[in-house]
C-alpha cells in the first residue's frame, strides 16, 4: 500500500491532486470495493465516467455503475478480492495487472485482469478493464466444480 500518497487520498476525500496519487487512488479504489464499500468506492468516480469491460457493453455515469456494483457486489453473500501483481503510472494514467475474485456464497469465480484508470482532477474518468472471456469461463466452471469439491478451488494467488 502507498503510505503518504494514501493519506492524500483520504485527506482529499474522493479527490487527489499530488503527482504520485494516481496510483494511491486506483489502489483505494479498489481496497474500497474489496471492503464492500461501494458508495465511498463509487465517490472517486466522476460524475461523467466510463467503465468499461472489454467486450461487454460499456456502462457511463457514476450512478450507473453505482448502481451496478450494489447489484453484483451488494447482494447478500457476494464479494470480491483484488490481488495486484504490477501496478503502474505513466502521468494520470494508472495500469494493473491483477487477479479479481467474484465471489458469491461459496462460489469463487477467479481471473486474471488487466485495467486501464484515467485520472483527472483526482477522480476517476475511465476504468476499462480486459480480460480473456475463455479465462473467465474456466475459472467459473473451476468455482463451480469448487463448491462441490473444496479440493478444486483456486488458490488465491501469490503478487
Known sequence: MVDSSLDAVEEQGARVTEPDAPIA??????????????DAASAMLCTDVDYINVGLPAVRGRERV??????????????????????????STVMTERTDVLKYRRLRVQFWVCGRF????????LWRDYFDQMNIAAATVRGLLGT?????????PTT
Do not use: C, M, N, W
Open 25 to 38: 487512488l486506483v489502489t483505494r479504489f479498489l481496497d474500497l470495493l474489496a471492503a464492500e464499500e461501494i
Open 118 to 125: 484515467d485520472i483527472h482532477d483526482g477522480q476517476i474518468v
Open 66 to 91: 453505482r448502481r451496478l456494483l450494489r447489484a453484483t457486489l451488494g447482494l447478500a453473500g457476494a464479494g470480491f478480492e483484488v490481488y495486484t501483481h504490477t501496478i503502474s503510472a505513466d502521468g
Open 148 to 156: 462441490v469439491f473444496p479440493a478444486a478451488r483456486a488458490k488465491p
